[in-house]
Each structure stands twice: as structure tokens, then as C-alpha cells.
């Protein structure tokens, strides 16, 4: 287990366990930090390696990975140079560490589930699955990228104040349209994670990963 802030990002890292190849990028949400998603990620993949960057972009002293100009309203040109940076991250961090870059699967909350979803439009390669926790549409790829052989899970909340429920059907019509595979699930949340979502993104994940 280790702490570093090398190469822009203060991240944590955890080894897989035994013959694990999985590395699982968790992205946290606004006001959390490199640790909020550690045990989300334990408990989805036990096995597999955990990398956790800490967004690089300050809100009123709160940690996120892109700026946004008002509630729901992104910057855009920023998003994109963020999603660029986090891209080269991965690529750095899997030089460091020795884990296999084809095998990285995003799991993201709110905000880092945005950047996931930006990460999926615009470098494709960089995931090999997402889990997306209370996503919005980060922005619309033209053209779509490729994402056959892509894997996202989408968990949304039926009572969640934050995200319209639009979005969440928006986003995976443009993933399936893209040719990932594509899974809607609804909790009777709100906007943070209640222990209908866990199950199912474990069940979502041994089902891909028996």
C-alpha cells in the first residue's frame, strides 16, 4: 500500500491479490479525496488493484477532478484538458506500478463518474469497463467513439435531487449507440450510494468476472 503525489496526481495505490490482472480506477466524487472509494472497490473486487487519484481542481476547497460553472453546467475546455491529463495518468501510473493498462475498469461517483464517462468518449482505450455511480452526460461525442467490447454500469437514484433522470437514460443511449454494453440499475436513493447500489455493482462485476 502506498501514498504518492507524483506526475501532478496525490494517489493511493493497493496491489492486487494472487493472480488478480484487474486494476480498478476510483474516481471520488466533489469534497472526497484518493481514500473515499477504497472500500467500495474492496468489496466490488476483492482480488483486484486499486488506483485512486485525487482530482487536482479546488471548489471552495473541495477536491474534483474538472471544473464547473454552475450546478449541472461544466467547463467544457477544462473537462476535456482534465480527461487528457487523467488519461496520461493511468498510462504513468501503469509504467510505476506494473499493472496491465487494457485492464483498467473506472468506478466512478458523481463527479468522477463524469470524468469516467469523458474518459470513455474520448480515449476509449484507456477503460476496459466503467462503473458509473450517479452520472450526468459530461458532454456529446461527435463522432461517437468505438466502445464495442465496453462494459458500464450505470447506477442511478430515483429520488436523487442532483442528477434529472434524464441523464442517466441520455448517457447510456450514447454508450449503446457507441457499441458498449450497457446496464441501467435505479436505487431508491437520492444522490449519495445506499446498499442496494453495492450489491449490484457486485453482482454486475462477478458476473463479467467469474
Given at each position: 500500500?502506498?501514498?504518492?503525489?507524483?506526475?501532478?496526481?496525490?494517489?493511493?495505490?493497493?496491489?492486487?491479490?494472487?493472480?488478480?490482472?484487474?486494476?480498478?480506477l476510483l474516481l471520488h466524487g466533489t469534497g472526497g479525496?484518493?481514500?473515499?472509494?477504497?472500500?467500495?472497490?474492496?468489496?466490488?473486487?476483492?482480488?483486484?488493484?486499486?488506483?485512486?487519484?485525487?482530482?487536482?481542481?479546488?471548489?471552495?476547497?473541495?477536491?474534483?477532478?474538472?471544473?464547473?460553472?454552475?450546478?449541472?453546467?461544466?467547463?467544457?475546455?477544462?473537462?476535456?484538458?482534465?480527461?487528457?491529463?487523467?488519461?496520461?495518468?493511468?498510462?504513468?501510473?501503469?509504467?510505476?506500478?506494473?499493472?496491465?493498462?487494457?485492464?483498467?475498469?473506472?468506478?466512478?461517483?458523481?463527479?468522477?463518474?463524469?470524468?469516467?464517462?469523458?474518459?470513455?468518449?474520448?480515449?476509449?482505450?484507456?477503460?476496459?469497463?466503467?462503473?458509473?455511480?450517479?452520472?450526468?452526460?459530461?458532454?456529446?461525442?461527435?463522432?461517437?467513439?468505438?466502445?464495442?467490447?465496453?462494459?458500464?454500469?450505470?447506477?442511478?437514484?430515483?429520488?436523487?435531487?442532483?442528477?434529472?433522470?434524464?441523464?442517466?437514460?441520455?448517457?447510456?443511449?450514447?454508450?449503446?449507440?457507441?457499441?458498449?454494453?450497457?446496464?441501467?440499475?435505479?436505487?431508491?436513493?437520492?444522490?449519495?450510494?445506499?446498499?442496494?447500489?453495492?450489491?449490484?455493482?457486485?453482482?454486475?462485476?462477478?458476473?463479467?468476472?467469474?
Amino acid at each position: 500500500m502506498s501514498v504518492h503525489e507524483p506526475r501532478s496526481f496525490a494517489h493511493r495505490f493497493e496491489p492486487g491479490s494472487g493472480s488478480a490482472e484487474d486494476t480498478l480506477l476510483l474516481l471520488h466524487g466533489t469534497g472526497g479525496n484518493e481514500n473515499d472509494l477504497l472500500p467500495l472497490g474492496r468489496a466490488i473486487a476483492p482480488g483486484a488493484s486499486l488506483l485512486s487519484p485525487r482530482g487536482l481542481v479546488l471548489e471552495h476547497g473541495m477536491p474534483r477532478f474538472f471544473r464547473r460553472i454552475a450546478e449541472g453546467v461544466f467547463d467544457l475546455p477544462d473537462l476535456h484538458a482534465r480527461t487528457t491529463q487523467l488519461a496520461e495518468f493511468i498510462t504513468t501510473a501503469a509504467a510505476e506500478y506494473g499493472f496491465d493498462s487494457t485492464r483498467v475498469h473506472a468506478v466512478g461517483f458523481s463527479n468522477g463518474a463524469n470524468i469516467a464517462a469523458s474518459l470513455l468518449f474520448s480515449y476509449p482505450a484507456a477503460l476496459a469497463s466503467a462503473i458509473l455511480l450517479r452520472p450526468m452526460v459530461p458532454f456529446e461525442p461527435e463522432p461517437l467513439p468505438i466502445l464495442t467490447g465496453r462494459s458500464v454500469l450505470i447506477a442511478a437514484g430515483r429520488e436523487d435531487p442532483i442528477v434529472p433522470h434524464e441523464h442517466g437514460e441520455r448517457l447510456a443511449g450514447l454508450l449503446r449507440r457507441a457499441g458498449a454494453d450497457v446496464e441501467v440499475t435505479r436505487s431508491g436513493a437520492d444522490h449519495g450510494l445506499a446498499r442496494g447500489d453495492l450489491d449490484a455493482c457486485v453482482a454486475w462485476w462477478a458476473a463479467r468476472h467469474p
